[in-house]
């Protein structure tokens, strides 16, 4: 009669694999896109998730990339009304990221953002564009650096649905600008450290 040796260890391992990529299909919520689908009411950016980057131009060969670590944002709308919506947000300086410590920390100085007097930046929008069923043009001011100025952002929101792990409806939000620093008094070493800057902005928001 033939022997069979059952490696339980091996089974095991085999059986928590499909389980965990089980885990990963209940988890997926049925994420609906177009705004019009989405849902209405007040939102709180889910700081977990949220990203914000700045990308410059230096000396002309590559494009310099930094981030915020501390923001915080509410956004309120209703997709059948979205002229009506507002997003006010707030950037903590003095968390700016660069991958270098010794960099970061002479941005935060005052030649550049000069985070002790002004530690904090703000946007708050004064009208809103639905530019199609996902695309959305949100104008409002930008205040940093002491300076308050127009920018507008484009806004796309990828979509919304119930998230299994916080038990709360969430929303998926992509958002870009561009502006000039020295528009807001930041001009040192204009032009080697380019004017214009690029701001990319990758959120969930959680429904209150």
């Known amino acids: 009669m ?3 040796s059952v490696d339980y260890k091996k089974i095991l391992l085999i059986s928590l694999t499909l389980l965990l990529s ?15 689908n989405l849902k209405p009411g007040a939102y709180q950016i889910d700081k977990q ?6 990308k410059i131009n230096h000396m002309g060969m590559s494009t310099f990339v930094g981030r915020f670590n501390s923001v915080d944002a509410s956004l309120e ?14 950037i ?10 010794e960099l970061a920390e ?11 007097k002004y530690p904090q930046a703000f946007f708050k929008t004064t009208s809103v564009q639905l530019v199609d069923q996902s695309h959305a043009k949100f104008s409002g001011n930008l205040t940093l650096h002491g300076v308050v100025a127009p920018i507008v952002l484009d806004v796309v929101f990828n979509g919304g649905g119930e998230n299994m792990l916080t038990g709360r409806y969430t929303i998926g939000f992509t958002a870009t600008t561009s502006f000039k620093r020295s528009q807001f008094g930041m001009d040192y070493l204009v032009p080697a450290v380019g004017d214009e800057v ?3 902005v990758f959120a969930e ?3 209150r």
């Open 22 to 36: 089980a885990c990963g299909y209940l988890i997926q919520p049925k994420v609906k896109t177009g705004i019009v």
């Open 77 to 90: 709308f209703d997709p059948a009304h979205m002229e009506n919506a507002n997003l006010s947000a707030v």
């Open 205 to 207: 928001f959680q429904k």
């Open 2 to 4: 033939p022997y069979f």
């Open 92 to 101: 903590s300086i003095a968390s700016i990221d660069v991958n270098n410590a």
């Open 106 to 116: 002479t941005l935060r100085g005052s030649s550049w953002f000069d985070a002790e």
């Open 198 to 200: 690029n701001v990319e």
């Open 49 to 54: 998730h949220t990203t914000v980057l700045f």
